[in-house]
């Protein structure tokens, strides 16, 4: 994939664009620790080719700059940069994509994005403060390492592995992105865990007035979908949390067939509101 780089003050953001043009578009947020190459088969499949998609990495992650700022390695400060990256790209109503902590990030941003034509967010359990860490996460040594600055090769091994299925081949590159990752990005961003450190998730997704589409993997093997389903989500696309079969924390990627589709779906019907 060929990235351009846009300016956010002092930082450089690495941006990758479909062969798609026009409405309905949409903008993918990656998870911690990852890149937009993990979003590789939405930006250079069927799906690219017919919707404008655009995809960024994270300050500190993939082929962006680290942080000149710390206080960016938080949803606050991530989802300020996703609204100034959406505005420049004139993406600012379309439909935003998040993943895992791309979720967390988008459900930040909405404030930010009021003409969003609707959010999409998978293996991201929205959290309200103290977070119920226990409750909307499953018990995996993996979550460790999501907020350790630095991973030896076993933690980010175990890290990437616990993204998938169980027992499926880990892509090379899912590890290159972990060790690529300014290791700051995890410790800032549990150091940003705190009252006021970021906006209360369950709210957000209890008072949206735009849809809210909502996927899991069937064999997830970091976050809750119980958890998930028993939330106050009055805009909740079709009524309900959407499974992907046969897929754990990274459906994009699995299953791209049965993920596309959804958010094909989604796109389409966002579209006629």
Known sequence: MQADI???????????QSKGRGKPAAFLIHGNSCSSRSYQRQLEGALGEKFRLAAM??????????????????????????AEVAKQLNLTEAVFVGWSLGGHIALEATAQLPKAAGWLIFGTPPLAFPPAMTEAFLPNPAMGAAFKPDLTEDEAAGFAAAMFKPGSPVPDFFLDDIRRTDGQARAQMAAS?????????IAIVANLSAPLAVLHGEHEQLVNGAYISALKMPTL???????????????????PDQFNSLLEAFLLETAKR
């Open 193 to 201: 865990i705190r009252p006021d450190g970021y906006t209360d998730e």
């Open 6 to 16: 846009l300016k956010v003050g002092a930082d450089s953001i690495a941006v990758y």
């Open 237 to 255: 696309w079709r009524g309900a949390v959407q499974i992907v079969r046969d897929a754990g924390h990274a459906p994009h990627w699995e299953q």
């Open 57 to 82: 990495d994270l300050p500190g992650h993939g082929q962006s700059s680290p942080a000149s700022d710390p206080a960016t390695y938080s949803m606050p400060g991530y989802a300020r940069v996703v």
